[in-house]
């Protein structure tokens, strides 16, 4: 028998709109996320709140996504070295809260849970090492022909990857949105049509965050 993880309300790290994210109760160097019930979902009036709301299922398709671009990765990528810009990715495990999906905890050295781009930018103490980091990922992401869909500032997260992947220093991971989500899959088509989503993701990710976006050199630069 199989018991569910027991997760409370001390371990709640971050909401969004569809997962609630947990510290692993376990394991220090993981996170669970739990898909939130429909019932404590805020009412949205945009097409894909009502299509929540049509077609439930379709509430699942963003985590079938997410791992199967995962998946898509890593197994294009088998050798010992390979270090993703995306976050790792455990399976799936029972929990007192619904079926969670286990995750890479990217952490501070002293095992705080990592500051996402988001946050720096809000509070003003954006420097150049984070672009530095922000830029390396966003390189690997070309690279290697990830489909992230959602680049959005909180979904970059600084910090160390300590479960034993990583080499142990600081970088900045992406954590969520990654996966070709889009109704009609135009990012699975071709290197090239993912390409210009990237470029397009990138543009709005400039524009939410006040950097500025150079698409010739595929980096971000902080206004002088």
């Known amino acids: ?30 996170l669970i ?62 929990t007192t809260k619904g079926l969670g999906c286990v995750t890479e ?5 002293g095992g705080q849970i990592g500051e996402t781009l988001g946050a720096v930018v809000r509070a003003g103490t954006l420097a150049q090492a984070h672009i530095d980091m922000l830029n390396d990922t966003i390189r690997r992401i070309y690279a290697h022909d990830i489909r992230a869909s959602d680049m959005n500032p909180n979904n970059f997260v600084f910090g160390r990857r300590d479960n034993g992947t990583g080499p142990g220093d600081d970088e900045c991971v992406l954590v969520d949105g990654f996966g070709d989500i889009h109704a009609i899959p135009v990012r699975s088509m071709a290197r090239w049509s993912n390409r210009l989503g990237l470029n397009d993701s990138c543009k709005r990710l400039a524009r939410n965050t ?15």
């Open 33 to 94: 996320k739990v898909l939130q019930p429909a019932t404590l979902m805020p009412r949205r009036n945009n097409f894909n709140g009502i299509i929540d709301r049509l077609l439930p299922s379709t509430r699942l398709r963003q985590i079938r996504k997410e791992y199967a671009e995962y998946l898509r990765i890593m197994l294009r990528n088998p050798g010992p070295d390979f270090h993703p810009p995306i976050a790792h990715m455990f399976g799936f495990t029972p």
């Open 1 to 30: 028998m199989v018991v569910a993880l027991a997760l409370s309300g001390t371990d709640l790290v971050a909401t969004g709109i569809q997962r609630a994210v947990y510290l692993h109760p376990l394991d220090p160097t993981k």
């Open 210 to 224: 006040g950097l500025i976006w150079h698409p010739d050199r595929q980096e971000f630069s902080i206004p002088r």
């Open 105 to 109: 905890r990217v952490m501070e050295p």
